[in-house]
């Protein structure tokens, strides 16, 4: 029987779709492939409250490379959430700032972007921060929750000059203690975690905002916190060191002066955000509180 071309060609379209562009900002974090792979168990931190919140897998050069909840009223991340990469901790500067298309229209490919020439992102800065948002300000620096320095490919360090992964932090603050504990955590997991490790960063607000032409633009943290996860790691490290493993977790005021970073359990850090965010009380950071899954028995192997 002869079957008409058009047909044929109708029959393999259905049967294999052309490929189309995910959008970044997603439902689920799962809705992307590859995007929960950032994430512990593959389950973002439980309990975080909002109305105005957008999950975004952040994609760079066609690849997811980490993940931020996004509050696009206060237009800064709530965290961004990566995998820890060994690296030197150089820092690269030379690295365009980019914006979220996906925040403002659905049509692209799904990837950051840098920003326009010219004043042309005035049609995505309703949900976002821009450039011209820190040009002005003089107390205040783009600090990284996704720091360029626990990357260790280019692309996953390019893919942190997003504004979607930056909030206003004292410039004394950024440079000073929080940078200490960036290194602090990179020479950690790069000696002791024999795994992969994960990291979640994140602020706490109260309110303070930058203004921009008479408008509240962008929200002033008041509280930097981190945790980590590490399941598999050296279990002859130092004593000092093997009680901050599996987890740990770190909090500083967003201050000029006075403020130090104070390390303790991710339990401490979840009791004391409980009072200084909008989440309820199941809020979990890890998915069981990063706690390796059992091994199975050998009697068991084979039913797997």
Same mark, same amino acid.
């Given at each position: 029987?002869?079957?008409?071309?058009?047909?044929?060609?109708?029959?393999?379209?259905?049967?294999?779709?052309?490929?189309?562009?995910?959008?970044?900002?997603?439902?689920?974090?799962?809705?992307?492939?590859?995007?929960?792979?950032?994430?512990?168990?593959?389950?973002?931190?439980?309990?975080?409250?909002?109305?105005?919140?957008?999950? @975004?897998?952040? *994609?760079?050069?066609?690849?997811?490379?980490?993940?931020?909840?996004? &509050?696009?009223?206060?237009?800064?991340?709530?965290?961004?959430?990566?995998? =820890?990469?060994?690296?030197?901790?150089?820092?690269?500067?030379?690295?365009?700032?980019?914006?979220?298309?996906?925040?403002?229209?659905?049509?692209?490919?799904?990837?950051?972007?840098?920003?326009?020439?010219?004043?042309?992102?005035?049609?995505?800065?309703?949900?976002? %921060?821009?450039? &011209?948002?820190?040009?002005?300000?003089?107390?205040?620096?783009?600090?990284?929750?996704?720091?360029?320095?626990?990357?260790?490919?280019?692309?996953?360090? %390019?893919?942190?000059?997003?504004?979607?992964?930056?909030?206003?932090?004292?410039?004394? =603050?950024? @440079?000073?203690?929080?940078?200490?504990?960036?290194?602090? !955590?990179? @020479?950690?997991?790069?000696?002791?975690?024999?795994?992969?490790?994960? @990291?979640?960063?994140?602020?706490?607000?109260?309110?303070?905002? !930058?203004? *921009?032409?008479?408008? &509240?633009?962008?929200? !002033?943290?008041?509280?930097?916190?981190?945790?980590?996860?590490?399941?598999?790691?050296?279990?002859?490290?130092?004593?000092?060191?093997?009680?901050? =493993?599996?987890?740990?977790?770190?909090? %500083?005021?967003?201050?000029?002066?006075?403020?130090?970073?104070?390390?303790?359990?991710?339990?401490?850090?979840?009791?004391?955000?409980?009072?200084?965010?909008?989440? &309820?009380?199941?809020?979990?950071?890890?998915?069981?509180?990063? !706690?390796?899954?059992?091994?199975?028995?050998?009697?068991?192997?084979?039913?797997?």
């Amino acid at each position: 029987m002869h079957v008409p071309l058009t047909w044929l060609v109708l029959a393999l379209a259905v049967l294999h779709p052309a490929p189309t562009a995910r959008s970044t900002v997603v439902e689920d974090f799962n809705d992307v492939a590859g995007c929960k792979d950032s994430l512990y168990m593959g389950t973002p931190p439980r309990g975080i409250l909002g109305s105005n919140l957008k999950k @975004i897998c952040q *994609r760079y050069a066609d690849k997811p490379r980490y993940v931020t909840l996004y &509050d696009t009223k206060k237009r800064i991340p709530v965290y961004s959430a990566y995998t =820890f990469k060994k690296t030197e901790g150089d820092r690269r500067v030379d690295y365009p700032w980019m914006y979220e298309p996906q925040l403002a229209e659905t049509d692209g490919n799904g990837n950051m972007m840098p920003f326009p020439t010219g004043y042309l992102h005035m049609k995505f800065e309703n949900g976002q %921060a821009v450039l &011209d948002d820190y040009s002005d300000v003089v107390l205040y620096e783009r600090g990284h929750l996704n720091p360029d320095q626990h990357q260790s490919h280019p692309h996953d360090r %390019a893919a942190t000059y997003t504004l979607t992964n930056v909030v206003p932090e004292i410039r004394e =603050f950024n @440079i000073g203690p929080w940078r200490e504990y960036e290194e602090r !955590i990179r @020479i950690r997991l790069n000696n002791y975690c024999r795994g992969t490790a994960f @990291i979640v960063t994140g602020v706490t607000t109260r309110g303070n905002m !930058i203004r *921009r032409n008479n408008q &509240d633009r962008v929200a !002033i943290p008041e509280d930097i916190w981190s945790a980590y996860c590490c399941t598999e790691y050296d279990r002859n490290a130092p004593h000092d060191v093997r009680i901050r =493993f599996p987890s740990h977790a770190a909090l %500083a005021k967003n201050a000029k002066e006075g403020s130090s970073v104070q390390e303790f359990t991710v339990m401490e850090l979840e009791n004391f955000l409980k009072y200084h965010m909008d989440v &309820d009380q199941n809020l979990q950071i890890f998915y069981d509180n990063c !706690i390796a899954p059992s091994p199975l028995p050998l009697y068991l192997h084979h039913t797997i």
